[in-house]
């Protein structure tokens, strides 16, 4: 039995052609699973019965289980998932004025470590195969029953749930790809997709040129001496390089902006003087900055800086003509926002 979630429309036509199925039925199919929502080949009454059985005998249609919901006052919802082998992951909705978007996971905890997060803090597990990367956001359209509510339509989706995307990179394309799927109601183009990574150099190069959606980098400092003390990944990849490739992707898409994420630390990277260095560090690059505010968790040794003071970092990159703005934390009562979130049960 293979999950037919894991395929591309290309993969399914070679798939399809096979088990002697003609190509025209992959639209079909497509259409039942990724815009009609059914999870069973038996639902797809435009299939003939000896149709249905041959898919079911040969395919399943993938969702993750929900295990525990937990609601914010802000109207965000943070789901624990159960995968099959019993491990658990998150997956945040986060309903807005004129958008929903989706946080998925790519990874059960993640390799990288950064010191400031949560996932980090509790290791890597493994990675997210494509259909459970997929599942996440097709189980949160069963529940919020995007399916066939208007209201509750699926806008945007982010990568920056746990894990690094860019360590699983082939489930997380192929996940891309099929995220697309559907009517226009349905599938989610990638200008409205971002992926957030947090510098994996020859990852990154070796995608830029076929990356669609947008990118996010998780800068978080402004120089390489602070970023490795927080970042260990700035070790293996150093910064120089990163930026290297930063320049490479405003060559390649002139109409692009990058997305820098600077998270503030209290006292690590958020004084006037670290400003300075980061518009010189950034000088030349088409980006803006997401500012975000840390998100505490038990056993982190790190401290958010006040509001105030994120704003006077803000006033000043936009004073240098550098867009800045203020990630708002969604769901922070529930533990979903940024590296707040974690497998446990
Ligand atoms: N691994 C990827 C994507 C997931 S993390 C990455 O690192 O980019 C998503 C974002 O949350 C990153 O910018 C990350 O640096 C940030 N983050 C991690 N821990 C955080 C915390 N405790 N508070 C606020 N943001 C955090
Ligand atoms: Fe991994 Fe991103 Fe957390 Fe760093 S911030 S440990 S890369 S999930």
């Not at 070679?14 to 990724?34: A, E, M, P």
Request: hydrophobic share 40%.
């Amino acid at each position: 039995m293979k999950g037919i979630l894991n395929f591309t429309i290309e993969e399914l036509k070679v798939q399809f052609n096979d088990i002697g199925l003609v190509k025209f039925r992959v639209d079909q199919v497509i259409d039942w699973i990724y815009d009609k929502g059914v999870t069973s080949f038996n639902q797809m009454t435009n299939l003939n019965f000896q149709t249905q059985r041959l898919l079911s005998n040969n395919y399943y249609i993938y969702r993750p289980k929900i295990s525990k919901i937990n609601k914010s006052v802000d109207g965000t919802i943070k789901f624990l998932l159960l995968l099959d082998d019993n491990m658990t992951i998150e997956t945040v909705f986060i309903p807005e004025n004129h958008r929903n978007t989706i946080c998925v996971s790519t990874q059960v905890g993640c390799a990288v470590g950064c010191k400031f997060c949560n996932t980090g803090y509790n290791g890597f597990k493994r990675n997210l195969t494509a259909e459970e990367i997929i599942g996440q956001v097709l189980v949160i359209k069963d529940y919020v029953d995007s399916w066939c509510n208007v209201a509750n339509k699926i806008s945007n989706i982010v990568i920056m749930g746990m894990g690094e995307p860019l360590y699983n990179w082939h489930n997380v394309s192929i996940a891309l790809e099929n995220f697309k799927l559907g009517s226009e109601r349905q599938g989610i183009n990638h200008k409205h997709i971002t992926l957030s990574t947090s510098g994996v150099v020859p990852v990154l190069e070796k995608i830029i040129p076929i990356l669609k959606c947008n990118l996010a980098i998780s800068l978080h400092a402004p120089n390489s001496t602070v970023r490795s003390t927080i970042m260990p990944i700035n070790d293996l990849y150093h910064l120089d390089s990163l930026l290297a490739v930063c320049r490479n992707y405003n060559m390649l898409y002139p109409d692009k902006l990058i997305t820098f994420e600077y998270l503030l630390l209290n006292g690590v990277n958020d004084s006037p003087a670290m400003v300075k260095q980061l518009i010189k560090l950034l000088h030349g690059i088409k980006c803006k900055i997401n500012l975000i505010q840390f998100n505490s968790w038990a056993g982190g040794k790190y401290q958010g800086c006040s509001s105030e003071k994120m704003q006077d970092f803000r006033k000043l990159l936009i004073k240098s003509g550098i867009n800045a703005t203020i990630r708002h934390s969604r769901g922070k009562d529930i533990m979903a926002a940024c590296g707040q979130l974690q497998s446990h049960k």
